[in-house]
């Protein structure tokens, strides 16, 4: 009787290449060495439109119903730019959301970063 092999094609692949499929596949949230987990935050593209700056606070607003750090007032009102204020509530729905890479798609318009966006009183989680 012939034994059947499980074949795993994926293995031939140079390890920097099967650490980035890895944390693509993750989620998003890389584990270190050590154990810790290295944090991701998800900002607006600064090459995006102000239609898409926009349609993006709206669905990000929509979802975790609270824009206050936003709004006039709030830590996160300076500097009053639409790609500011996208930056932070993307990311709120980003972080709310798992940290999954698909939660900073946007439709093309959100990239994940690994250097902390937060500035003066404005602090991202």
Aim: charged fraction near 10%.
């Amino acid at each position: 009787m012939a034994k059947k092999v499980l074949s795993l094609p994926f293995l031939h692949l140079p390890l920097p290449l099967l650490l980035l499929l890895f944390f693509f596949a993750s989620g998003g949230i890389l584990k270190l060495a050590n154990g810790q987990e290295m944090k991701t935050w998800c900002v607006a593209k600064p090459s995006s439109s102000e239609a898409e700056l926009a349609a993006n606070i709206d669905f990000a607003c929509n979802q975790i119903q609270n824009c206050n750090i936003i709004q006039e007032g709030g830590p996160c009102y300076y500097p009053n730019t639409a790609i500011n204020h996208a930056s932070v509530v993307m990311n709120l729905y980003y972080q709310l959301n798992g940290r999954n890479n698909w939660n900073c798609d946007f439709r093309a318009s959100g990239l994940t970063t690994q250097s902390d966006p937060s500035y003066g009183g404005c602090q991202y989680a």
